[in-house]
């Protein structure tokens, strides 16, 4: 074979794998790897979803206990229903006092209690309707919300020498929660803390779901909340609500909720929001000028 055709068959044989690489011949020798570039960052990996909160359960036992907080209300019902129901109570407590005596003036005396008990009732009854309240700044006020169709009544309960404030929360008019405070004047000082409080309640109604100054007993019917307001306002209370309503009113709440002010018309129309509006020192300088001098300061360096 002649030394020139030698040299032409080399030169074939070595062009041959690069011709079938770029025509994509699978039997084509693969390309090298790149090497990983030591700078490059790792792809974050996405957060892993929290895990559904453990809601510890009711007993029946417990859960017949903490439905004694209806006291002969339900969900549901309107105002006047309230107030009627409340009516018959006061005057079913005020009868023994009235059989207790045959005092004509006495009794006139209680008959005049009693009505003066419902008439405070029924004077109670709030709508929060943008209006400012004497129940905004006080223990209730993170419990109701401005123009969502919510209203409330309060009374005051005495019963077996406690003395206690029950307040029925509506929405569109429909009772689905009573809020009721409970009386801490017998109780020690040093016993007025959260940790007394979580050993008394949950004594009394069990296991509860445990948050910061919260207490929650979850059912499918109900849920009661025992808040301590110990550093606020010195109570502490229970709370018993309808759980399907309470879905309700935080939508609600949040449709309704205003919206965050940019700030007013004066302070808007001094910042340059997009960055544009400089102001020119030249041309000013002179005003600059005269209010130095003005002060009997000397005038600025022109830049």
Known sequence: MSRTLKLLLLSSLLATPTLALAKGDPKAPAAPAKKADPKAKTPAKPAKPAPPKKVVPVSAEHKKTLAELYAGFKFGMTKDEVVTTLSKQIEERYADKLKGTTDVALQDSIRK?????IDEVAKSYTKFEGKTTGWD???IDDEFAHNTGESMLARWENQDGENRRRFFFFLDGKLWKMFVLLDVSKIPEDKKNFATFQGTMEGKYGPADVEVGTLTWRTDEFNVRAVDKLKTYDALALVIEDPKTMKDVLAMRESKAPKKKEGTSIINSVIDKDGTDHP?????NNAVDSVIKAQG??????P
């Open 137 to 139: 700044v006080s223990m």
């Open 113 to 117: 209690q009693r009505k003066n008990e």
């Open 280 to 284: 020119d020192v030249k041309q000013n």
């Open 297 to 302: 300061g000397g005038a600025t360096k022109k």
